[in-house]
Nanobody, 125 residues
């Protein structure tokens, strides 16, 4: 099993930046795809960005000009750099991992991931 622990959340001013981290343990980076999701209050969880084990990276169109995902395989850590934050970015942010190969069109679906972190809250105000 893979254990995921997110960190870096907090209160951010409108227009500010934040970098979230997701520390993965219990697996090797070459054996799973890892992704960032978020869930605003009262809304469904949505996929933001994902990195496949071969390095193929996808970012949701609505955030790709402001959010950047990266992965440090040496430390088994996934990052999400968020710039120009808006109040609508307020959400709990989760990282997730999965060991099955899936078509990129499925990477932003929560059901495509087996392991989840506990989430970190980001509030933009």
């Amino acid at each position: 099993d893979v254990q995921l622990v997110e960190s870096g959340g907090g209160l951010v001013p409108v227009g500010g930046s934040r970098r979230l981290s997701c520390a993965a343990s219990g697996g090797t980076p070459s054996r799973y795809r890892i992704a960032w999701f978020r869930q605003p209050p009262g809304r469904e969880r949505e996929g933001l960005a994902a990195i496949e084990r071969d390095g193929d990276t996808r970012t949701k169109d609505s955030v790709k000009d402001r959010f950047t995902v990266s992965r440090d395989s040496a430390t088994n850590t996934l990052y999400l750099r968020m710039d120009s934050l808006k109040p609508e970015d307020t959400a709990t942010y989760f990282c997730a991992a999965d060991s099955y190969y899936r078509a990129p069109g499925l990477w932003f679906l929560p059901k495509s991931y087996l392991w989840w972190g506990q989430g970190t809250q980001v509030t933009v105000s």
